[in-house]
Each structure stands twice: as structure tokens, then as C-alpha cells.
């Protein structure tokens, strides 16, 4: 491919797993997530745009609260976090959490891995390759930081070193054979 690709992940909004620190489960957003909605400039998102949505609710809420109509896309789904889903984070044991935090390839809870994630993330930015046409996605913290690590060739074990704001926007572009990361 001869053109670019610009790609730009925007974050879902606040819920109140986020605010209680739970693990998330398929909550939609709360009051602040809809004010912090309501204080971004927009996207910029004129012209042809492919428009992709992660499949769980406080994603797609947040891309209809942002004008976006979008296509549901499995792949942009968060980390699933098997049992711990609605737990909070000081209910879990210590040694679990830590084999979770610090190895990569581990998934204690029974769901899926950072490792698997990254994978899963690959394989959608692979597929956006074969077009030109600017893309806008709306995900989690957890698909945003999986594609910084691959765009940046960064190892796995730095995936939670990387904070991602609530609807923020990451900015990447496809040329020639790489990725690069824009903002």
C-alpha cells in the first residue's frame, strides 16, 4: 500500500466501575463520563471516515454521545478480566493481582492476557492497512495501550506503565510498511 492510514482511538468515557475502581463488567457511563462527553471540542471526523466501536456499552455510549455512529468491532473490545469482572481491586489476593501486573503472558483471572490482547489488537490494526481512508475507533485504555505498545515495538511488560485518560484521543498513522504514533 502506497497511501497512509490515519487512526485515531478515543477512549470511552467515565463509569462508575472506573470512579469505585472495579473491574469493569458492561456498565454504562456515569454522570461524569456524559459531562466529560459534553467538554470535548468534537472529533475531527469530516469526509469519508471508516467509524468502529468496541462492543461493550460504555463504548458505545460514548460514541453516541460523541455523534459518532459507528460499526461494532470485536476486536476493540476491552481486556477481559474472566472473574474479577465487577470486583473490586483490593478484593482481589495480592499474589493473583501481582502475577497479573507483572507478567504479561498470565491471565490468573481466567479471561484473557495482555499478551492475547496485543494479539487481538495486531490483528485489527493489520486490517486497516488495505485502505486509505482515515479511521476513528472507540475503545478502552486497555485496546489504546495494547496498539502504542505495538506501534512502538515496546514489550508487553509495560503495557500498565501507560495512562489513558478518559475520552482522550490517540493519534496514529500507517505509511509505507509501519506505524507511527502521531499523538
Given at each position: ?20 475502581a ?56 476491552d ?14 489476593g ?90
Amino acid at each position: 500500500m502506497t497511501g497512509a492510514v490515519r487512526l485515531t482511538l478515543v477512549s470511552h468515557a467515565m463509569t462508575a466501575a472506573m470512579a469505585a475502581a472495579r473491574f469493569p463488567a458492561d456498565e454504562p457511563l456515569n454522570d461524569i463520563g456524559r459531562r466529560q462527553i459534553e467538554a470535548v471540542a468534537g472529533l475531527d471526523i469530516a469526509g469519508e471516515i471508516r467509524r468502529f466501536v468496541g462492543p461493550e456499552r460504555r463504548a458505545r455510549q460514548t460514541a453516541l454521545c460523541l455523534g459518532l455512529q459507528a460499526t461494532t468491532e470485536p476486536r476493540l473490545a476491552d481486556l477481559d478480566c474472566g472473574r474479577w469482572r465487577g470486583e473490586k481491586l483490593d478484593g482481589i489476593g495480592p499474589k493473583e493481582l501481582e502475577v497479573w501486573l507483572t507478567d504479561p503472558a498470565q491471565a490468573p483471572h481466567g479471561g484473557e492476557s495482555v499478551v492475547d490482547l496485543l494479539d487481538r489488537v495486531a490483528g485489527w490494526l493489520e486490517s486497516l492497512t488495505g485502505s486509505t481512508i482515515p479511521t476513528v475507533a472507540v475503545t478502552h485504555p486497555a485496546v489504546i495501550r495494547a496498539a502504542i505498545l505495538l506501534v512502538l515495538d515496546i514489550p508487553p511488560k509495560s503495557f500498565w506503565r501507560i495512562d489513558i485518560a478518559p475520552v482522550s484521543q490517540t493519534v496514529m498513522h500507517f505509511r509505507g510498511a509501519r506505524w507511527t504514533l502521531r499523538l
